[in-house]
């Protein structure tokens, strides 16, 4: 009623995952069940699907993980009627791959910097194979790790009342971003979430609204 359309991030991690039968089964699965519901995101009229680490994808023999994505893409998804939008920075993919996104920017000392470089790696991409790709930018309100992963490998990023997530979207709209990748709604255990807390109340939910309403031009 609201408007608001839900998608899949294939982890492709997942040991339920771990032969490229299985991979090219569960994509069919979302294809034939999911897609056809009126609430699965569709952007000019073709699904989208995310997929998540995808150089961890099943390979056969002598075959790269781009080879398996070819593979799999070819049996899901032959005339290329789907978005298939990767996570991660090896810019191959975008071979088989339709659009990037990075899951993270919070180790990034320059977010700016960070969003623009991807942008012009996509574009790149995009101007070699001859085809349409999209680049989308990662915007957070912080993030914190170390209560599940502590020092030295836990990490955290200040939310600086509000201010980080505010610097990652103007840093988006400025890399011309043409979609937006929020990390996250409720990621709690990675300190990355917009919910309603105790803690924050609805404060991040406003300050994404506002900008959210910048991106889509309703407001300057």
Do not use: H, M, Y
């Given at each position: 009623a609201l408007g608001m359309r839900a998608l899949i991030t294939f982890e492709t991690d997942k040991p339920e995952f771990g032969d490229q039968a299985k991979v090219v089964a569960g994509l069919s699965y979302a294809?034939?069940?999911l897609f056809p519901r009126n609430t699965?995101?569709?952007v000019d009229g073709r699904p989208v699907l995310m997929f998540w680490r995808p150089s961890?994808?099943?390979?056969?023999p002598g075959q790269s993980p781009l080879d398996a994505w070819r593979n799999i893409r070819d049996q899901v998804d032959p005339e290329r009627k789907q978005?298939?939008?990767m996570e991660g920075l090896d810019w191959d993919y975008l071979q088989v791959f339709d659009g990037q996104f990075g899951y993270s920017v919070a180790w990034s000392p320059n977010v700016a910097n960070t969003l623009n470089s991807w942008q012009r790696r996509v574009r790149t991409a995009e101007a070699a194979l001859g085809q349409p790709k999209i680049?989308?930018?990662t915007v957070m309100p912080g993030y914190?790790?170390?209560?599940?992963?502590p020092a030295p490998e836990g990490f955290a990023r200040d939310r600086e009342n509000g201010g980080y997530l505010?610097?990652?979207?103007r840093a988006a709209i400025d890399a011309d971003a043409q979609w937006v990748n929020l990390t996250s709604y409720n990621e709690w255990i990675?300190?990355?979430?917009?919910?309603?807390?105790?803690?924050y109340g609805t404060q991040y939910l406003s300050i994404n609204k506002e900008w959210s309403d910048r991106f889509k031009g309703i407001i300057p």
């Open positions: 294809r034939d069940k699965w995101l569709r961890a994808v099943a390979v056969q978005l298939w939008i680049f989308i930018g914190d790790d170390t209560k599940v992963r505010a610097q990652t979207w990675e300190g990355s979430q917009i919910e309603p807390s105790v803690s």
